[in-house]
């Protein structure tokens, strides 16, 4: 499939409408089947799927020729995915058909009267996000889709289009630079 996935991005590259079509045919049912997994809802996952296909159309000049478009795609998949699902998480308040939302008592200053205090630090995770963004672009999606999205190193490496081998040791080295950068080296290489 990687040689007719190539040949057909290039087609498609040098302006073949035909060959965009066959690579849409090609990788379309396994991206919506990627996709239906991740969301859990067929008709989410098929605008997802037409949201991808959106994006690989206005970035194909940025394509490296030669390289395999598949794990490109997932990567554009993915990541539409991840908007998709931040942008609902953000606006959806579920309700069941009966339920009526609770009323929760608040103080003055918003916080609901009983609160436990949060249990993370807010100094501490600004400083471990600054910490995050302060590192190599790679390492940062090494360290974003193994530890935070809780990707294997086999699917982080097809997404960031790299082996898996590349993949552990731009985890390794961004793990490390986060424990050095949050004063945490006492535990040493891990």
Do not use: C, N
Not at 103 to 112: F, K, M
């Amino acid at each position: 499939m990687s040689a007719e996935a190539i040949d057909l991005m290039q087609r498609y590259v040098d302006g073949d409408a035909g060959a965009f079509r066959a690579l849409y045919a090609l990788l379309a049912p396994k991206l919506l089947g990627y996709l239906a997994k991740m969301t859990r809802d067929r008709a989410v996952a098929e605008d997802l799927l037409q949201q991808t296909f959106l994006k690989v159309h206005r970035a194909r000049t940025a394509w490296v020729p030669g390289a395999d478009p598949t794990p490109w795609i997932y990567a554009i998949a993915h990541r539409t995915f991840l908007d998709e699902a931040r942008r609902t998480t953000r606006a959806v308040v579920r309700v069941g058909k009966d339920e009526q939302l609770p009323e929760v008592p608040a103080a003055l200053d918003g916080v609901a009267e009983g609160a436990a205090e949060p249990v993370a630090d807010p100094e501490r995770t600004k400083a471990a996000l600054a910490a995050l963004a302060s590192l190599p672009p790679q390492q940062r999606e090494a360290v974003v889709l193994t530890k935070l999205d809780g990707k294997s190193i086999a699917d982080a490496a097809a997404i960031a289009g790299t082996t898996p081998g590349a993949m552990k040791v731009r985890a390794h080295r961004g793990y490390v630079a986060l424990r050095k950068a949050l004063g945490s080296d006492e535990g040493g290489e891990s």
